[in-house]
């Protein structure tokens, strides 16, 4: 029976302990601590960007919250606010301010119209300041998922359930998945993602790892190791290696050697997780074409550490033009109310839950 695996943040969670989205914030602020004492390039830019993050949450947070709440109640407080911990919402309203600013008109019954316009979120900084705050989010965001510490078994729990031909669409950007699949010789990054890189020929492959892929990985928001070439020159690259010079799939290339100088900052083309979904990078587009059709053709889906919130229309589209509501849909998440919002979207009542990984593939 075909299946397609789809897999979220607390996949990885789980499997290497990475973060969960609202555990970013506090991720960032970890590397700075770390890092600080260290005298490279890199890492006075992490405490750098990690110093730019924390003082603009706080001025969003005096602003959008603070400040309102005592004006309007007097003794009022915004205790349980969970601003900083939510980035998916601080990056959409970033780029919804980036997109442009909005305009309203009020037209009333005797047809005079008013200027209904309100200012933007943000409208206190200047576009090159949310530039350089998204810029700074995206660095630490890459370094806080880069080369995690796998925990081999739970990994091995998971491929387990693994067949060849079965698909896997993720929205995490860590390599835990294809460096797995690859070191099994079950997947290559040539023909395993779904989409070409540009420099990227079937001669610069080593003759060993000239195989075809058993798994496609689709990754819908991107992957740490895609680069972007630039607007004028679009399309992707694929980097081979690690910032420490280890290569990222060992033995892959004829011939391949590690930037002379370790990254300073990263300028992957990858969507960040914002609501508004970016999708100039045309293989990217590719990508979430692939995983619908994935979707639509497996007869199981079992969705893992995933939670679909609803703010996200591209997702929620995606589960809910698949034709899932007929398919067998298995749930892993320790969060069972997840199980409710999946039904509602795919039309789905039939699903089956567990909670954990292990408890999946001892059903």
Known sequence: MSKCFVLGAGFSKAIANLPLMKELTASFQSI?????????????????????????????????????????????THIDCDFKENIEAVLSFIDLNLSGKIHATVIY??????????????????????????????????FSLIQPQVKPDD???FLQTLNDGDQI?????????????????????????????????????????????????????GSL????????????????????????????????????????????????????KDFSVPELLCVWNSAS?????????????????LADQAACILFGTTEIEQKHLFIINPDRSVERRFSQITGNENIHYYKSIEEFVRK
């Open 225 to 276: 190791n895609w680069e972007g070439l630039s607007i004028h020159k679009p399309g992707l690259l694929l980097e081979s290696f690690y910032d420490n010079g280890t290569s990222i799939f060992p033995g892959y290339l004829m011939e391949a050697r590690p930037r002379k100088y370790p990254r300073v900052s990263h300028e992957g083309d990858w969507i960040l997780p914002t609501f508004i």
């Open 109 to 142: 019954e005797n047809g005079k119209t008013a200027d209904f316009t309100k200012r933007s979120l943000f409208s206190n900084l200047l576009e090159e300041d949310l530039v350089d705050l998204r810029g700074a989010i995206k660095n630490c965001i890459y």
């Open 32 to 76: 700075r601590d770390r890092e600080k004492a260290k005298s490279s390039a890199i890492n006075k830019n992490l405490v750098k960007w990690v110093d730019l993050i924390n003082k603009r949450l706080e001025d969003f947070e005096q602003e959008f919250f603070v400040k309102p709440c005592i004006s309007k109640i007097p003794g009022m």
């Open 293 to 309: 059709e994935a979707l639509r053709m497996a007869q199981e889906v079992i969705v893992i550490g995933y939670s679909m919130p």
């Open 169 to 221: 669409v993720t929205f995490n950007y860590d390599l835990i998945i294809e460096t797995a699949l690859y070191k099994r010789h079950l997947w290559n990054p040539f023909d395993g993602y779904g989409v070409k890189f540009q420099t990227l020929q079937e001669d610069e492959i080593a003759y060993s790892r000239r195989f075809k892929s058993k798994n496609q990985l689709f990754k819908l928001h």
């Open 155 to 157: 990994l091995e729990l």
